[in-house]
């Protein structure tokens, strides 16, 4: 076996390249999510060590000896975040040329022979679901019979092996927290909209949606919802429960937890068992039976993607989800105590100063807990990119975010210009969170609640970081 180091390499000061494997950005409010695609293939290779720079605030002067004595270094990477990464594959082969490094991730799945072109420290790339991929190089199988990567053979020459089947029988990957605990240092990871600590991991891979901006599916994930067997999750659930007794939270990471919903209700039932407190994500459609018996069984929180307060945005984003139904869910979700975090997206194709209006309206009128603004992001790989391509909406050139890590706005459109957009999302936190009824909502939380309330200044004070921010950078 080789000696095998999985590596989120440093990167801009609080980036989350992690990201649920989503979007990788510098949030609002500080947040990290755990490297868990990462993880998965880590818990398969004995010996093998990760580390998260980013989440612990570690350059590449802190982690450099690691490289030493390893054989095999696999990086995740991302289209903000390569550039920084062909980078740290150039220290590592400086320090250590023996190593060989393989990429894992949405950017060198999609755009494999360029990414291989961009640096000849780059030995091997992974195409799509890469779990199994990197057990067979870390076992020592020659790269030229290993299914679903790209390489560079002996003479320079890039080579493209067979895809690998998808992974149908989810119970075959080991469960992730082991490396969490090993490796990580749990306290590093929050997000604002969760207890903290909190713990995160996959009960299953794949989304039905066909959200046109949603990454992951589209990539690596694929849209076949495939899951793990119920009693194959509680075990992991208990190894949490036993081995983090620090943990207030479990959220679950599927792209959508509820696209099954008797799997969901079944999951809930069991978790109620346990006494779990647990949250995960959501499409805006779940019916309040469903509900209900989630929030019975300790669902304390749903991230959900509404995206727009306009049908039309809806529709041509390919959402699959009406204006009403979302309606219906959230007020559902108030009357049965279910916190929402509701995500919104600006510059979505059929943007206008119109409906960028009624979004900020239709997120005041259903009122979610917390809210999170992002700008739409073509990334390489998504039907959105190829859309904003061929329509000269996007250059394509650009890396999605500015050089200290915040999302920039790319997508521009005659009637409605990329610094509009980003203006745009500053006024939207401001309307939604700056009116009294949100105001006296989060001081009543402070003060029934010392913990909440030295987490809320401190993310009041980075919140105003980030629009100070925002203003030099427009």
């Known amino acids: 076996m080789m000696r095998t180091l999985f590596l989120q390499a440093p990167s801009f000061h609080g980036f989350d390249g992690g990201a649920g494997a989503r979007y990788q950005a510098k949030r609002?409010?500080?947040?990290?999510?755990?490297?868990?695609?990462?993880?998965?293939?880590?818990?398969?290779?004995?010996?093998?060590?990760?580390?998260d720079a980013p989440a612990h605030d570690l350059s590449w002067e802190d982690i450099a000896h690691e490289v030493d004595n390893r054989d095999l270094v696999i990086l995740h990477t991302s289209t903000p975040s390569f550039q920084q990464d062909l980078h740290t594959a150039r220290l590592i082969k400086q320090r250590n040329p023996k190593a060989m490094i393989g990429l894992i991730g949405a950017k060198v799945a999609v755009e494999t022979q360029a990414s291989l072109e961009a640096s000849t420290d780059i030995d091997f790339v992974c195409r799509n679901e890469f779990d199994f991929t990197i057990k067979d190089v870390a076992e020592g199988m020659p790269l030229s019979e290993v299914e679903g990567i790209s390489y560079r053979d002996a003479d320079g020459k890039i080579v493209h092996n067979k895809d690998r089947a998808i992974i149908t029988d989810m119970d075959t990957l080991p469960f992730v927290s082991p490396i969490y605990k090993r490796d990580l240092k749990i306290e590093n990871y929050f997000i604002g909209y969760l207890k903290h600590p909190y713990i995160s991991f996959y009960t299953g891979r794949g989304c039905k949606s066909r959200c046109t901006f949603c990454l992951w599916p589209q990539t690596v994930g694929g849209h076949n919802y495939r899951?793990?067997?119920i009693p194959h999750?509680?075990?992991?659930v208990k190894y949490v429960q036993r081995e983090f007794p620090q943990v207030k939270e479990l959220f679950f990471d599927d792209?959508?937890?509820?696209?099954?919903?008797?799997?969901?209700e079944e999951l809930a039932r069991e978790l109620g068992k346990l006494g779990i407190t647990w949250s995960c994500n959501a499409k805006a459609n779940v019916p309040y039976e469903t509900l209900k018996i989630m929030k019975e069984n300790g669902c304390r929180l749903l991230l959900v993607g509404y995206e727009s307060g306009n049908q039309q945005i809806l529709h041509n984003i390919k959402k699959g989800l009406r204006i009403e139904v979302a309606k219906r869910f959230t007020r559902d979700c108030h009357a049965l105590g279910i916190a929402i975090h509701g995500t919104f997206i600006l510059g979505l194709p059929g943007e206008t100063l119109e409906t960028i209006e009624e979004s900020i309206r239709y997120a005041i009128e259903i009122n979610p807990h917390t809210i999170q603004v992002s700008l739409a992001a073509p990334y390489p790989g998504t039907f959105l990119y190829q859309q904003a391509m061929e329509n000269g909406w996007f250059d394509g050139t650009d890396h999605l975010v500015a050089d200290y890590g915040n999302q920039i706005a790319q997508l521009s459109y005659p009637h409605l210009p990329a610094k509009v957009i980003f203006d745009k999302v500053e006024e939207f936190y401001k309307r939604f969170y700056f009116r009294p009824r949100k105001v006296g909502a989060i001081v009543s939380e402070m003060v029934r609640d010392w913990d909440m309330m030295k987490r809320r200044l401190r993310e009041g004070v980075e919140f105003f970081e980030f629009l100070r921010k925002r203003k030099q950078a427009a």
């Open 255 to 264: 792209d959508t937890l509820t696209d099954n919903l008797p799997r969901v």
């Open 233 to 236: 999750v509680i075990e992991e």
């Open 227 to 229: 899951t793990r067997s």
């Open 28 to 51: 609002e409010i500080k947040s990290f999510w755990y490297p868990t695609w990462l993880a998965q293939p880590a818990a398969m290779i004995e010996g093998s060590k990760l580390i």
